[in-house]
Nanobody, 121 residues
Framework: QAQLVESGGELVQPGGSLRLSCAASGFSLERFAIGWFRQAPGKEREGISCTSSSDSSTYYADSVKGRFTVYRDNAQNTIYLEMNALKPEDTAVYYC??????????????WGQGTHVTVSS
């Protein structure tokens, strides 16, 4: 069965870095646009990136542009979110999903279970 699994979320100090992973099984990530989303406590889910199939282009939200980078490892069927210069406001549950369009998800998006990132001193 098709499945997405996020991992890598941790407690990190402001200014630190983390790499999140989104691993797919049952289908090839290379076929899909893949987005990263996050939901902070008390806030709505926010689209922070969307990488096209074949990794030809990536959208980044203004809140993370210049700090976060998405890349794929097709051999591992995994997409990564490299996060640098982390801020307390980056604290959220992070999700990956298929079929993103810019900052949005699709009614047919498949989601992972999420991984927690906490940025605090």
């Amino acid at each position: 069965q098709a499945q997405l699994v996020e991992s890598g979320g941790e407690l990190v100090q402001p200014g630190g870095s983390l790499r999140l992973s989104c691993a797919a099984s049952g289908f090839s990530l290379e076929r899909f646009a893949i987005g990263w989303f996050r939901q902070a406590p008390g806030k709505e889910r926010e689209g922070i990136s969307c990488t096209s199939s074949s990794d030809s282009s990536t959208y980044y939200a203004d809140s993370v542009k210049g700090r976060f980078t998405v890349y794929r490892d097709n051999a591992q069927n995994t997409i990564y979110l490299e996060m640098n210069a982390l801020k307390p406001e980056d604290t959220a549950v992070y999700y990956c999903a298929t079929n993103c369009v810019g900052s949005r998800w699709s009614p047919v998006s498949a989601w992972g279970q999420g991984t927690h990132v906490t940025v605090s001193s």
